[in-house]
């Protein structure tokens, strides 16, 4: 099962507005991750937020953590064209460090030029 | 770094044949992973190695197996290939296993007819 659920599963936006994302994940998490993926391609890490943290940034990622709604979100400000992708949270499974992760079903995101 | 890479890029399969699928994580990682993708199911964990050791497996049958080899480089197998196979399957390397960033392959496309 789905540790991670996404919303809204696909947004469409224009060129230059700002995009937001919601993750909702079950249980006591060590980080949460993001990551984008092209159509079909593979995976690329975006952010990731550890538990003791509430907010991120890179470039123009956000990423907000509010362990008591379990809950994270991110956001994409100014967005272009290219951000087109789909994204993804993820959180490790489990309280030790095995490699697992456990990922929403993702966002669709589409930036009309 | 060069980044992780997975060979073949695409296979067609016919149900019952077994493949084998490559992957080569970036250099001093030590922990590699597996995924399988489909449009259904999302990304599902399959397994991951730490030098050369399964820590954690997947809920999936016994037809997908996996060993990690002393250079770090993985591959997985997977016997008497049914057609629900078909999927995009994805190997990601990291540092420490789920409590770092992992870094995706580009993938091995693989179809079963």
């Known amino acids: 099962s789905q540790q991670g659920e996404e919303d809204p599963q696909a947004l469409s936006i224009q060129e230059g507005e700002n995009a937001t994302m919601n993750c909702s994940y079950k249980?006591?998490?060590?980080?949460l991750q993001w990551y984008r993926q092209n159509s079909g391609r593979g995976l690329v890490h975006l952010i990731l937020?550890?538990?003791?943290?509430r907010e991120k940034h890179s470039g123009r990622l956000r990423v907000t953590l509010d362990t008591s709604k379990k809950s994270s979100s991110l956001l994409i400000t100014a967005s272009r064209a290219a951000d087109t992708a789909s994204y993804f949270c993820?959180?490790?499974?489990?309280?030790?460090?095995?490699?697992?992760?456990?990922f929403g079903q993702g966002t669709t995101l589409q930036v009309k030029p | 770094k060069a980044g992780v890479t997975q060979t073949p890029r695409y296979l067609i399969k016919t149900r019952g044949q077994q493949v084998t699928l490559s992957c080569s994580p970036i250099?001093?990682?030590?922990?590699v992973s597996w995924y399988q993708q489909t449009p259904g199911q999302g990304l599902q964990f399959l397994f991951e190695?730490?030098?050369?050791?399964?820590?954690n497996k997947g809920n999936f049958p016994g037809r997908f197996s996996g060993r990690q080899f002393s250079n770090s480089r993985s591959e997985m197998n997977v016997s008497t290939l049914e057609l629900g196979d078909s999927a995009l399957y994805l190997c990601?390397?990291?540092?420490?296993?789920?409590?770092?960033?992992?870094?995706f392959g580009p993938g091995t496309r693989l179809t079963v007819t």
């Open positions: 993820a959180s490790p499974y489990g309280s030790s460090n095995t490699g697992k992760l456990i």
């Open positions: 190695y730490f030098s050369e050791t399964q820590r």
């Open positions: 250099s001093g990682h030590r922990s």
């Open positions: 249980t006591s998490i060590n980080n």
């Open positions: 937020i550890r538990s003791n943290e």
């Open positions: 990601a390397s990291s540092l420490e296993g789920g409590w770092s960033e992992q870094y």
